[in-house]
């Protein structure tokens, strides 16, 4: 069954039962004149009223989009709560000032009340019913993000409270002449049913500032909602690389209609951005289903060369590589810290110069007090391997994957130049790992089958 189709009858059956609850509601309020029997009453005429609004609204809603409404007619769903809104306050309004005036009002009989056990029936009745529609609806309302649905739930969910409000008032007018006349415990049980009305008018004001705001945020675009705080999270940790700059979320409906621009590299191939773009798309339609996503990339303006970078770049002049940079403003002074890669084999005379010209350059370069090196043997280098490689090499690769409860490997590529060779094992995505717990697990995985393995390669373990 498709949203529509769920919606639709949902504001169908919410129709139902709010005839019938209206038409029990006003007998039983006539019979026994208690105000707050016939301000629910009137509730729920308006609630019948408004419940046949949202089911037409639902009906117009489910419309495609065309050339006179390209973002289609789910807008009409926001209007219909917002009509709802009004009438509610309406309610309010008259339940207050009747209120007002018979608890202020010197005849006995403005406060009398005929209970009887009809009274305590309609409104047990009432209490049942509401509390499995406004379930129903808030269930159905969820799923199709239906605005005109949540409105119906909301009023159907302050009718179970204001119920009980009425129940209680009218209790209280039914036990009244028990009490000793004069005495406050029968001054409160008198006016307890026009006071119960007071309760269920407050409620109504209450919902009506919140189905009011939520409309007119819907209505005006706001977009700090959930499909535009949904976005920002996604963007924020899927896509770091790319930061949002600008968002735009229209929510029609249950449908999102989502435009961004986002930072790249100015130096961007334009195939690249495309396949970055649909990435995006298809990142926040996973997110957001149904969402339509529009992606401009913005080129980020050039930067000037970070400390770092500066590093690195230095690095290459002198023909050798460069990692762990520790750049600090400590006590001793600016503070320089690298480890170097140099060739394995080499000797360290070799490099002596090149080191020293790196250092007085960095230092040069970058104001720095102290420039620290630590040499290690590039591992870029591919190391020769005279034993040769075994036939069965691809199944001992999975025998000690297995072996060492590793994920089995998606990809086994051997390559090979005369006695060079590395093997380039793809595992599974992690995505729930960290970058940091990503490395050591790859770190690991690679020293275990080191140990497992002949050694005729170098292993390397990736993500595919």
């Known amino acids: 069954m498709d949203a529509d189709t769920k919606k639709a009858i949902a504001a169908g059956s919410s129709v139902l039962w709010s005839a019938?609850?209206?038409?029990?509601?006003?007998?039983?309020?006539?019979?026994?004149?208690?105000?707050?029997?016939?301000?629910?009453?009137?509730?729920?005429?308006?609630?019948?009223?408004?419940?046949?609004?949202?089911?037409?609204?639902?009906?117009?809603?489910?419309?495609?989009?065309?050339?006179?409404?390209?973002y289609g007619h789910g807008r009409i769903e926001s209007l219909t709560a917002l009509a709802e809104t009004l009438l509610l306050l309406i309610t309010a309004g008259w339940v207050i000032l009747e209120a007002i005036e018979r608890l202020t009002s010197d005849s006995a009989d403005a406060l009398h009340v005929e209970t009887n056990v009809w009274a305590f029936v309609v409104i047990i009745v009432s209490l049942v019913v509401d509390i499995n529609r406004a379930a129903m609806l808030k269930r159905v309302a969820k799923e199709t993000k239906s605005d005109a649905l949540e409105a119906d739930a909301a009023h159907f969910a302050s009718d179970i409270w204001s119920s009980a409000?009425?129940?209680?008032?009218?209790?209280?007018?039914?036990?009244?002449?028990?009490?000793?006349?004069?005495?406050?415990?029968?001054?409160?049980?008198?006016?307890?049913?026009?006071?119960?009305?007071?309760?269920?008018?407050?409620?109504?004001?209450?919902?009506?500032?919140?189905?009011?705001?939520?409309?007119?945020?819907?209505?005006?675009d706001k977009t700090d909602g959930e499909a535009a705080r949904t976005v920002r999270a996604l963007m924020a940790e899927r896509m770091p690389a790319y930061p949002l700059q600008t968002l735009r979320v229209r929510e029609v409906g249950n449908k999102a209609y989502i435009e961004m621009v986002v930072a790249v590299p100015r130096e961007l191939h334009v195939d690249t951005a495309h396949d970055i773009a649909e990435a995006i798309e298809e990142l926040i339609s996973n997110a957001l289903p149904g969402a339509e996503t529009a992606v401009h990339m913005h080129p980020k303006d050039a930067e000037a060369d970070t400390h770092e970078m500066l590093v690195r770049r230095i690095a290459?002049?002198?023909?050798?590589?460069?990692?762990?940079?520790?750049?600090?403003?400590?006590?001793?002074?600016?503070?320089?810290?690298?480890?170097?890669?140099?060739?394995?084999?080499?000797?360290?005379?070799?490099?002596h110069v090149a080191?020293?010209?790196?250092?007085?350059?960095?230092?040069?370069?970058?104001?720095?007090?102290?420039?620290?090196?630590?040499?290690?043997?590039?591992?870029?280098?591919?190391?020769?391997?005279?034993?040769?490689?075994?036939?069965?090499?691809?199944?001992?690769?999975?025998?000690?994957?297995?072996?060492?409860?590793?994920?089995?490997?998606?990809?086994?590529?051997?390559?090979t130049k005369d006695e060079?060779?590395?093997?380039?094992?793809?595992?599974?995505?992690?995505?729930?790992?960290?970058?940091?717990?990503?490395?050591?697990?790859?770190?690991g995985i690679n020293r275990k089958l080191k140990d497992a393995l002949p050694a005729v390669a170098r292993i390397i373990v990736v993500y595919e």
């Open 20 to 70: 019938l609850l209206t038409v029990m509601k006003f007998i039983v309020g006539i019979l026994t004149g208690s105000l707050g029997i016939l301000s629910e009453a009137l509730h729920s005429a308006l609630d019948m009223l408004a419940a046949l609004g949202t089911y037409f609204a639902v009906k117009i809603a489910a419309r495609p989009a065309d050339a006179e409404h390209p």
């Open 165 to 220: 409000a009425v129940l209680l008032g009218i209790t209280g007018a039914a036990v009244a002449h028990m009490t000793l006349e004069g005495s406050w415990l029968h001054w409160l049980l008198v006016r307890a049913d026009v006071l119960a009305s007071l309760a269920v008018a407050l409620l109504i004001l209450h919902i009506c500032w919140e189905l009011g705001c939520k409309s007119v945020n819907n209505l005006m």
């Open 316 to 351: 290459l002049t002198h023909r050798f590589g460069v990692h762990g940079l520790v750049l600090m403003h400590a006590e001793q002074g600016y503070t320089v810290f690298a480890d170097l890669e140099l060739p394995g084999g080499a000797s360290m005379d070799s490099w």
């Open 355 to 415: 080191i020293q010209a790196f250092r007085k350059e960095v230092r040069l370069r970058l104001g720095a007090d102290r420039v620290m090196v630590h040499v290690e043997p590039d591992l870029r280098e591919i190391p020769s391997f005279a034993q040769p490689v075994p036939e069965d090499w691809e199944q001992q690769v999975r025998h000690a994957m297995i072996s060492h409860g590793a994920p089995l490997p998606t990809g086994i590529n051997l390559y």
């Open 420 to 443: 060079r060779r590395f093997c380039i094992i793809t595992i599974p995505q992690e995505c729930c790992l960290t970058v940091q717990e990503s490395h050591e697990r790859l770190t």
